[in-house]
């Protein structure tokens, strides 16, 4: 009877079958070089043994892995899943895998997936930072495996970074609704230690500011999080405010739809009585009860052009590749939102 107590090894399947660790190895890896009856016999006792080869064993004798890793700040939010669909795709045509992994906007998450990678000794790691300090990351650095920051600017210098010009956004926004007419706006932002949070609201001043209106015009209402809940429960704070504003910009779409949410279920009219534009366009952005204006990102050219990079940089040709940062341009898609005026 076999032990399954633990795993089967190739020198386990050699005396089984009766041949050298050698030729089993040959079959494994070169089987060309086998004859056809000790290939089908050899591959015979794999098959009843269970035998599975170790990849990340032969990984570590060839100095490679096959594996990158992507960490995310939410994989509840469908623009991360966009992001890995992206390098996904640019991983498996180079014969690669990806393992991604969520820590959820938490720094103390982050540190622990960073270790664990380095444990494993991955090929590289895609991230969208937690920890608005960078120490994580410089941690991880000193463990000699590549990085590239994800919808982020790498402002170190460190590593190649694929990001959104997020100040262009913010303004698209904003222009936006002042060429509806709005003049009072609330901007329902994120955890402010995101730089994505506050270059959106930088981009939101700029527009006002060529509108000839003063930043006053603009409320913010900080988020403790980036998802639905966090967006219902700014909503129901806009509903409170004494002087409420005609338009609010929101930081990510599932804050937006959450605002949605709390407005309709006042009563309050969208766009008549309240435009809403959001950020990403999302797939939910579209499909909306009303539909979301929204700034769009090119969330799977992000992921695919990081895994390039990547690729580029633990590749054949490593030694000729230079730190890139690789900044998109966002659109705005205009729906229903705010299709009204005030």
């Given at each position: 009877?076999?032990?399954?107590?633990?795993?089967?090894?190739?020198?386990?399947?050699?005396?089984?079958?009766?041949?050298?660790?050698?030729?089993?190895?040959?079959?494994?890896?070169?089987?060309?070089?086998?004859?056809?009856?000790?290939?089908?016999?050899?591959?015979?006792?794999?098959?009843?043994?269970?035998?599975?080869?170790?990849?990340?064993?032969?990984?570590?004798?060839?100095?490679?892995?096959?594996?990158?890793?992507?960490?995310?700040?939410?994989?509840?939010?469908?623009?991360?899943?966009?992001?890995?669909?992206?390098?996904?795709?640019?991983?498996?045509?180079?014969?690669?895998?990806?393992?991604?992994?969520?820590?959820?906007?938490?720094?103390?998450d982050e540190a622990d997936y960073l270790s664990l990678f380095a444990e494993q000794r991955v090929r590289g790691v895609?991230?969208?930072?937690?920890?608005?300090?960078?120490?994580?990351?410089?941690?991880?650095?000193?463990?000699?495996?590549?990085?590239?920051?994800?919808?982020?600017?790498?402002?170190?210098?460190?590593?190649?970074?694929?990001?959104?010009?997020?100040?262009?956004?913010?303004?698209?926004?904003?222009?936006?609704?002042?060429?509806?007419?709005?003049?009072?706006?609330?901007?329902?932002?994120?955890?402010?230690?995101?730089?994505?949070?506050?270059?959106?609201?930088?981009?939101?001043?700029?527009?006002?500011?060529?509108?000839?209106?003063?930043?006053?015009?603009?409320?913010?209402?900080?988020?403790?999080?980036?998802?639905?809940?966090?967006?219902?429960?700014?909503?129901?704070?806009?509903?409170?405010?004494?002087?409420?504003?005609?338009?609010?910009?929101?930081?990510?779409?599932?804050?937006?739809?959450?605002?949605?949410?709390?407005?309709?279920?006042?009563?309050?009219?969208?766009?008549?009585?309240?435009?809403?534009?959001?950020?990403?366009?999302?797939?939910?952005?579209?499909?909306?009860?009303?539909?979301?204006?929204?700034?769009?990102?090119?969330?799977?050219?992000?992921?695919?052009?990081?895994?390039?990079?990547?690729?580029?940089?633990?590749?054949?040709?490593?030694?000729?590749?230079?730190?890139?940062?690789?900044?998109?341009?966002?659109?705005?898609?205009?729906?229903?939102?705010?299709?009204?005026?005030?």
């Amino acid at each position: 009877m076999t032990d399954t107590a633990r795993s089967v090894g190739i020198k386990d399947v050699a005396r089984e079958a009766g041949v050298s660790v050698g030729t089993v190895s040959n079959v494994i890896n070169q089987p060309d070089r086998v004859s056809p009856a000790t290939l089908q016999h050899v591959r015979g006792v794999i098959a009843r043994l269970g035998y599975v080869r170790s990849e990340s064993a032969r990984q570590l004798r060839a100095g490679h892995s096959r594996i990158m890793a992507l960490l995310v700040l939410d994989m509840g939010n469908p623009f991360f899943v966009d992001i890995a669909r992206g390098a996904e795709r640019t991983a498996r045509a180079a014969g690669l895998g990806v393992m991604v992994c969520n820590s959820d906007q938490n720094p103390r998450d982050e540190a622990d997936y960073l270790s664990l990678f380095a444990e494993q000794r991955v090929r590289g790691v895609l991230v969208t930072p937690a920890d608005p300090s960078g120490t994580n990351l410089r941690e991880f650095r000193r463990h000699g495996i590549p990085s590239v920051l994800v919808d982020r600017v790498a402002g170190d210098g460190a590593g190649c970074s694929v990001s959104v010009d997020d100040v262009v956004g913010g303004s698209l926004a904003i222009r936006h609704l002042t060429a509806t007419g709005h003049r009072t706006f609330a901007y329902v932002s994120g955890p402010s230690h995101l730089q994505q949070v506050r270059d959106r609201r930088e981009g939101a001043l700029l527009a006002l500011a060529e509108a000839g209106l003063p930043a006053s015009a603009l409320r913010e209402l900080p988020a403790e999080r980036l998802d639905v809940a966090s967006g219902r429960d700014a909503g129901s704070r806009l509903l409170g405010l004494p002087d409420r504003p005609t338009a609010v910009f929101c930081a990510n779409d599932l804050l937006a739809l959450g605002v949605l949410q709390a407005l309709y279920a006042a009563g309050v009219r969208v766009p008549e009585d309240m435009a809403i534009v959001g950020y990403d366009d999302i797939e939910f952005a579209a499909a909306a009860t009303v539909p979301l204006t929204s700034v769009r990102q090119p969330a799977v050219t992000l992921g695919a052009k990081a895994a390039e990079l990547l690729l580029e940089e633990t590749g054949d040709r490593a030694a000729d590749h230079r730190h890139e940062h690789v900044v998109l341009q966002p659109e705005l898609v205009v729906r229903r939102s705010t299709l009204a005026g005030p």
